[in-house]
Structure formats: C-alpha cells, structure tokens
C-alpha cells in the first residue's frame, strides 16, 4: 500500500469516535425495530418526475448516466461501445461526442496491451462528475481510467489517462480530503484506489476478498472516508490512512450492492440484488451498523433466473427509484411501502438504469434500443419549455473566452451550445428540401442537421439531379432589412447550423447576422422565407468587420466558415483571419497574414481549435489556435485553394483548387491519400 505525505493521516480521536460509531459489534446485520408512525408527507406525487418529455438515442447501450452538478439540464452519458457525449436535454442535441482510443499505449502495461490484442472492445462502466462541474471521470471495464476538463458548451479536453486496476474498473468518484480533490477507483482486482489529479497513486486499500463492486465517498463533518462494497456482498470503510477496514457489513442480499447518500449527507442508502435475483432496497442507521428500514414492491423472482443487479437513485432527500420489472418504482425514503410505479410509455429494459438531475424534477432511464427517455414533473416541463424558449443571447456563459494566447488550455470555450435545433423546420423554410426532390410531403418528415445515410428509397429523385421547379408556390421570397452598409453587396452567405440564422459577408469585410424570432407566426423559431429576419447585434453595439490589409477589396477572394455550434464564425478579406465570438462579436484573435492570402477556411468538426485553411499560394495550413500555430502545410495543388470539407466519418480532409484537382488528406496523418483531376 503507498501512503503520499501530502494527505493528512486522518487517525484522530475525532475520527477514531466516528468510525467507532460505524463499527458493528459483530460482522452479522440484524434489522431494528422501529415504531412505525405513517408520516405525512410534505409533497406529492405529483412532485415525481412521470411524464416522458422525450426520448433519445445514444446509438450504443447506455451503461452510465450522471446530469450535471448545476446545469441540470446536462446529462452525462456513457455506453457499451466505450463513447461517452454530452447531452443538452434542453435542446436535445449532443454537445461532445468522446469514442474510445487510447492516449499513450507506450505507457500502458503489457498485459493490458495483451488484453487488448485480445479483444479490443471498451466498454464504460461509469461517467461521473466532480463536484463543480469541471471535471469528467470515466472508467472503463479494462484496467483505463480517463479523466476530461468540460468547458462549457462543448468543449472536453484530456486531462489524465490511468491505468488504474488490473482488469476492469468497476466504479469512479471525486473526493476531497484535505481540501484537496482526488478521484477514487474500484476493480476487480478487489482493490480501492485514491488518485490525485496528477495521476499520482496516494492510497491503495486492500482488504476485499472479491472484486470490489462500488464506492461511496462522504463525510461528516471535517471526517472523509470512503464506503464500498464488493461481489462477496461486503461492506467496508476507509479512512484517508493505512490502517485498514474500519468496519465490515453484509449487505442484504450478499452479492452486488450500490450505497447512497441523500441529498443532504444525513442519510444512507443502499440497493443490490442476490445471486439468486432477489432485490434489496434499505435504509442504514449509520451509529448502530444496522438496517433502519426495508423498502417493498420489488418481485420475487424466479429460482435461478437473474437478469443482472437492479439500479437506484434518490432525490430532493425524499424520494428513492428503482429500475425493476421493464418499470421504474419510486418510494417515499420514510415509508417501506411502494408510492407508485411508472412504465415510461415502454421500451424500457427488465432492469433500466436511472439518474434524477439534482433538483430531482428530471429523470433520465435508459430504453431496451439503446437510447433514453427524460421524464419531468412539472417543474421539469416548464424548464425544458423555457431553455427552448430563450432569445439568442440568453445562451451566453457566465464567463466569455479572453483574447487567445498560448497556454494549454484550449482558447475556444465558455460559450453556449447551439442556439437551438433543427428539427420540424417550417414547411416554407428554405433550409428544408423540396418536396420534389424528396418526393415526400414536406409536413411528413423533419430534418436533422446531423449527418446520416440516406434512407430514401431506390425510385426516388436522387439530391444531386437537377430538378426543374414548375409550381411558383415553392418559392418564397424575404427581403432582409436595410443595414447602415446596405450599398456594400453580399459576397459570402452562410445559415447557422442551427437553422435560426443567416451570416452575410459583405464586400467591405463587414459581417452581419440575421435571426428568425420565435412567434406566433414563426413559433418554431426556425429559418422561412414566410418570415423577415431581424438583423441582431450584441447591446455593445460591435460589428463584426475583418482585416481587409493591402489588397484592393474587388481582388481578394472572400472566404468564412462557422464553428459546428455557430460559437465562432472565422473570415478573411484579403488580409488576416479574424474569428469572431458569435454571442458578443468580439474579435477572438487574428493570425495569417498576407502574403499569401488566405482563400478558404474550414473548421474541424470534432475540436473547434483545429483550422484548415487554404491559401492563394496552393497550399493548406493547418493551424492550431490554441497553441498560435502552423502544425503542418499540405501542398498537392498548383492554384490556389477553392475549397475545403471535412468528412467526420471518414476522418479525411477534401480540397479543391483553381487548377482543377480534388485531394483527399488523411486527418490523422495528413498525407495525401489521392488525386483526382475535375
């Protein structure tokens, strides 16, 4: 075991009478009595989340969820396939999307790379957060702990990469002895784990006779200790020192078991289900180490037949749930009896797993075709209502991003999510297909910005044949409202990704920003040409107007992408790339200069950070704006550069150049992968 100086022993009488108190006289439970008075509850059921307010798909059986410690309409997501994302309840959209690699193989173990070889699926078997939102922790059920920096909106940088325990890594928490943040860890090679945010190992608790299956850890008072629980169906507790279990329980059931704290830290929970199927659902009287209450409703179930361990959460420090029998049952935490149980309007598996947000009006439960539903009370409901109904501005972080230097931390951060989404576009909208290309009733289908094969039929109109427009009611025509630029003509025009808006630049290397208001007659929000836009500026009063250098503006070739979120939008007019913080229209940083001029610009869809910019010169720079710097130049074409796309899927970068070619780059290696001439 390895003891680091910098912790305190926390050996003291204060919490020698603390564990004392946690310390059973035998190792056997015996279940008090207690008088049993009906409490009143001081809320209703109608107070518990029950109403699916939507479903979502995760595209890989959901194994972990945890909603954020104050967004709370941020949730946490983890699944079979070793991807964890972020979801925007609010906007039901995915803010990050994190696959599986392995940062550094050169320092993983040889009989973790032996594993791998074997069989390189990853599954997760936990995501959590840090008590301030800021850090996101996820273990995998091989050896791996991965720890990421969130930065809002949609931002997750790598932090720390652990080779944690040998086998797989059961469970995940933050703790703070000492003030000082660590993340704990359990395996299966029956060993709890303490880390500090260096990767440095502080503790190793041994003393588990079997994997060990979960932890807890808490305090009382200024006292930490850890609870945790192992597949023999014991419970242990630790202090932050080196002298072993404090305490040793058996948890109902003897088998796989998960503890909990109410809200407040006063009270203990905890749910596990037996070898032989059985569920378990209690309350601890902590100073007796004995079980206060046994919670009912759970099925007995058949001998033999056990589909794997039931899952709990509590709430508002009066509600506990369980997942059990394709339902979720909820109990009020001072009444054994069954309050109620829910079906969610189906789809859920035998045994789903749940998460309430922390202010316990949401409820997320995983469904059998690897997805999850939210259900709200009506708390809940209003809230989802009103992060759909906000203004353009309203999406603002508390924090806005400073002028970019070099550090490392990434610069492009501390922005909102998208403005809103994309799907049930107005029928009218141009940013919906026609009808006629589609051969579909355009009030049939919405749209979803995300990429996605085609699922048209083979008798359909292909989108890349032309089509002649016969019916004049397709057409819809909206006129812009005048600028004090009017007379400067449009020589770049882009909508948002999120569909509510339109980016004009101008010849003069001034960029304006239109926006479709939700109302009565637009309630969607979305972009139409049955609706005029409004033009939109920040209240400062800035525009968003590009360096425009020594090049005569009728000579240089305008160029402007925006950020997969529409966060930033980066453009150049002959002199250097400017990129603009779409909420306050700031002037983030510039770089590039000319000569050469730059001619088009793309961002990279997996990290905003990463830039593609091509030159007049033939040349592609790839530029980091974190670091302030050209990573590498691509050179495969003769003119100058006339576009650039990224494909997310394929992981190649696609250019095209004044001298007719088409290359295809590789993103992980940036080598030229083919040539083909247009």
């Not at 046994?294 to 509590?314: C, E, L």
């Not at 539903?373 to 353009?392: E, H, M, T, V, Y």
């Not at 992408?561 to 913080?581: E, P, T």
Request: proline residues 6%; hydrophobic residues 35%; aromatic residues 8%.
């Amino acid at each position: 075991m390895m003891k680091r100086p910098a912790i305190s022993d926390y050996q003291s009488a204060e919490s020698e009478q603390l564990m004392k108190r946690l310390r059973p006289a035998g190792h056997g439970i015996d279940e008090a009595t207690y008088p049993a008075p009906t409490p009143q509850p001081s809320w209703s059921l109608d107070d518990l989340p029950r109403t699916v307010a939507c479903t979502l798909s995760q595209g890989s059986n959901v194994t972990s969820m945890d909603f954020h410690p104050s967004r709370h309409t941020l949730l946490l997501v983890g699944s079979a396939n070793g991807e964890f994302t972020l979801w925007e309840i609010g906007l039901r959209e995915r803010l990050v999307s994190k696959p599986f690699k392995i940062w550094d193989m050169q320092a993983c173990s040889a009989q973790f790379q032996s594993v791998l070889a074997k069989d390189s699926s990853m599954p997760i078997n936990r995501v959590t957060w840090s008590p301030d939102g800021d850090l996101i922790g996820v273990a995998f059920a091989k050896h791996l702990i991965h720890l990421y920096a969130y930065q809002q909106p949609n931002e997750a940088r790598q932090v720390l990469e652990i080779e944690a325990h040998s086998g797989g890594v059961n469970d995940i928490a933050f703790s703070r002895p000492n003030k000082q943040l660590c993340v704990v860890t359990c395996g299966d090679d029956k060993l709890i784990r303490v880390w500090d945010m260096h990767g440095q190992k502080i503790y190793s608790f041994e003393g588990h006779e079997a994997p060990v299956y979960s932890i807890c850890p808490h305090h009382k008072e200024t006292i930490q200790f850890i609870f945790s629980t192992s597949i023999d169906g014991k419970i242990k507790a630790w202090l932050y020192d080196n002298a072993g279990s404090r305490v040793d329980y058996d948890a109902p059931g003897k088998w796989c078991t998960t503890m909990l704290y109410s809200a407040d830290g006063t009270r203990l929970f905890s749910c596990g289900t037996s070898k032989e199927g059985d569920s378990h659902l209690v309350e601890w009287n902590e100073s007796e180490g004995s079980i206060k209450r046994t919670y009912s409703g759970f099925r007995k179930k058949a001998s033999g037949v056990v589909q794997g361990v039931v899952q709990f959460d509590t709430a508002q420090n009066h509600i506990l749930a369980a997942g059990e029998d394709n339902q979720i049952k909820f109990w009020d935490v001072d009444n054994t009896n069954m309050l109620t149980f829910i079906d969610a309007d189906g789809g859920l598996p035998g045994l789903p797993r749940l998460r309430f947000n922390k202010e316990g009006n949401l409820l997320a439960v995983t469904t059998v075709d690897n997805g999850f539903k939210i259900l709200a009370n009506s708390d809940g409901l209003r809230s989802l209502r009103a992060f759909g109904n906000r203004p353009f501005e309203a999406f603002r972080s508390p924090y806005e991003a400073s002028a970019m230097k070099v550090s490392g931390a990434p610069v492009v951060a501390g922005i909102s999510p998208n403005i809103g989404r994309m799907d049930n576009l107005d029928r009218n909208s141009p940013a919906k297909p026609s009808p006629i290309l589609n051969g579909a009733d355009p009030a049939s289908r919405s749209i979803d910005i995300k990429p996605r094969i085609s699922e048209e039929k083979p008798d359909k109109a292909k989108p890349w044949e032309l089509m002649e427009v016969l019916n004049p009611q397709q057409f819809r025509v909206a006129t812009l409202p005048e600028t004090p630029d009017q007379t400067s003509k449009v020589v770049r025009l882009l909508y948002t990704n999120s569909g509510v808006g339109l980016l004009a630049l101008g010849s003069n290397a001034i960029q304006r920003l239109w926006k479709w208001n939700r109302n009565e007659q637009n309630p969607s929000g979305k972009a139409t040409a049955s609706v005029v836009p409004q033009h939109w500026q920040p209240n400062s009063g800035l525009v968003m107007a590009n360096d425009i250098g020594e090049t005569p503006p009728e000579e240089s070739v305008p160029c402007i992408a925006l950020s997969k979120n529409d966060s930033y939008v980066m453009s150049a007019c002959g002199g250097k790339v400017s990129l603009f913080n779409m909420m306050t229209f700031k002037v983030m940083t510039t770089f590039m200069p000319p000569p050469p001029a730059s001619t088009f610009l793309a961002f990279h869809p997996q990290d905003n950070n990463i830039i593609a910019i091509g030159m007049e010169d033939s040349t592609i720079h790839i530029y980091n704006v974190r670091v302030d710097e050209v990573k590498i130049r691509l050179k495969g074409h003769q003119k100058r550069i006339t576009g650039l796309a990224f494909s997310n899927s394929l992981h190649i970068l696609v250019s095209s150049g004044a001298d007719a070619q088409l290359c295809v780059w590789a993103t992980d290696s940036w080598e030229k992968k083919k040539s083909v001439a247009i």
